[in-house]
Nanobody, 124 residues
């Protein structure tokens, strides 16, 4: 099994900054993409930013220039640095990862997992 543990959410005033981290653990063979999604009350979950194992990134237009995603492959950890936060950034933020895990001797199976979510609240 592969698990994701997120940390770093909290309450911040508009214009402030927060950093999130998400660490993967378990029978990992290789992680492909890791990303951050968010879900505000009454809204659908949406992509915030994602990063491949090679470092290619994409992000939602609403966060471009304010949020930065990065990754430490040696630690199986993805980060999200959020600057100039706005009240509309308030949401539960979820980490997601996909890749390959060890399922037996010389055998791998693919996986896709979500973290438990961490709440980010931006006050005006």
């Amino acid at each position: 099994q592969v698990q994701l543990v997120e940390s770093g959410g909290g309450l911040v005033q508009a214009g402030g900054s927060l950093g999130l981290s998400c660490a993967a653990s378990g029978n990992i063979y290789r992680i492909n993409a890791m990303g951050w999604y968010r879900q505000a009350p009454g809204k659908q979950r949406e992509l915030v930013a994602r990063i491949t194992s090679g470092g290619s990134t994409d992000s939602a237009d609403s966060v471009k220039g304010r949020f930065a995603i990065s990754r430490d492959n040696a630690k199986n950890t993805v980060y999200l640095q959020m600057n100039n936060l706005k009240p509309e950034d308030t949401a539960a933020y979820y980490c997601k990862a996909n890749g390959w895990m060890v399922v037996g001797e010389n055998r791998q199976g693919n996986f896709e997992v979500w973290g438990q979510g961490t709440l980010v609240t931006v006050s005006s």
